[in-house]
């Protein structure tokens, strides 16, 4: 059920804090709260989602040089997964579409050392994907890109689950508890309501193949079409890779969160607008009271930035129908026990 809700001030910038923390895959989740408080005469209405509880699982024990390894006991682990092709999140009449995850995000919240971290996952990456047939039936679980996972489901939730739980069987079968999911095409509201995002064309990528204005080391600042382009081209460009468009991402988003915190400073109205603005546009199952606190907190805890995998990349040709990347499972392994591990107490 969709409901709406109206939002006090103080707690819609609080949410845009969280918004802002999310930013690394384009402005995050946060667009739900609950109230308690009077309202002000400029409050906005914000669109809330249901909640839903994914199953929990049991982390899996962990040593690192012989030392015995935990779960950290205070850990929130949420996945973020900015989509393509889809222009609704509701039901769709087949199991199999074409919305996939274009790029995806795991946020690593310690709430006992008050930190979060991000590792950032290449949607190329190969890992073990539950598919089901048009009528939605399981057909069995294949190896696959996991930006094909969002691929299977009728509804947003089942897109979203199913991409949560390929990206937990990659990452050692750790419990993901929570997931946001959000159109790409957010990227050219998020870049308008900081009046454009100001950003330094990265050389060596033919990127003026698709706009003029960018040209090798120009500072420019994008308009919202300009803004899709710097952070989705990439098939159109002599190297197609995916790494120099998530490098692009980064970019883009760290540009994106300066800017957004400065207009928080000067223009009250920026939050609930921008809240209000991508609102339509994105699915979480988590609920209004798990934000609000959460937002709370991420506003006092610590970022530690942004972690990234290292793999063996396969191209395009006799057995694969797409350029593939391999993980390298020891380096991920000491990237997952950096997030969500610590030494095994005695109690």
């Known amino acids: 059920m969709i409901m709406a ?19 690394g895959v384009f402005g995050g989740a946060v667009v739900i709260s609950k109230i308690n408080e009077k309202q002000p005469a400029n409050a906005a209405e914000v669109t809330s989602v249901t909640t839903y509880t994914p199953q929990k699982k049991e982390a899996p024990a962990m040593t690192s040089e012989s030392t015995e390894l935990q779960f950290k006991k205070d850990m929130d682990l949420i996945l973020v997964m900015g989509t393509d092709n889809r222009k609704t999140l509701g039901e769709e009449e ?19 050392n008050k930190t ?3 590792l950032q996952i290449s949607r190329e990456t190969m890992c073990d994907v539950q598919t089901y047939t048009t009528g939605g039936q399981p057909f069995g679980v294949d190896k696959m890109q996991i930006c094909l996972a969002h691929s299977y489901g009728k509804n947003e939730r089942e897109r979203c689950l199913n991409t949560v ?16 999911s959000f159109g790409m095409d957010s990227i050219g509201v998020l870049n ?27 500072t420019i600042t994008l308009d919202g079409k300009q803004a899709e382009l710097f952070v989705r081209t990439r098939y159109v460009l002599k190297n197609d890779h995916n790494e120099p468009r998530m490098a692009r991402q980064e970019i883009f988003m760290k540009a994106f969160k300066e800017q957004a915190k400065a207009k928080m400073e000067t223009d009250q109205n920026f939050a609930p607008s921008l809240l209000l603005a991508l609102s339509d546009n994105m699915y979480s199952d988590m609920s209004a009271n798990d934000l609000s606190n959460l937002a709370a907190k991420l506003r006092e805890y610590k970022d530690l930035g942004t972690l990234t995998t290292i ?13 593939e990347f391999y993980v390298n499972k020891d380096d991920l392994q000491k990237k997952v026990i950096e997030l969500c591990y610590e030494p095994k107490s005695e109690s």
């Open 311 to 323: 793999g063996e990349i396969v191209e395009e040709g006799p057995g694969h129908l797409f350029r």
């Open 116 to 118: 979060y971290q991000v």
């Open 94 to 112: 087949s199991y199999i579409n074409y919305s996939q995850a274009d790029c995806i995000y795991l946020y690593a919240i310690d709430h006992k």
């Open 5 to 23: 809700k109206k939002i006090t001030k103080q707690t819609v910038l609080t949410l845009a804090g969280v918004a802002i923390a999310f930013a």
């Open 165 to 180: 739980d390929a990206a937990s069987g990659l990452l050692f079968n750790i419990p993901i508890a929570h997931y946001v």
């Open 192 to 218: 308008d309501k900081v009046g454009g995002v100001t950003v330094t064309v990265p050389a060596g990528e033919g990127l003026s193949e698709v706009d003029p204005a960018f040209v090798d080391g120009a």
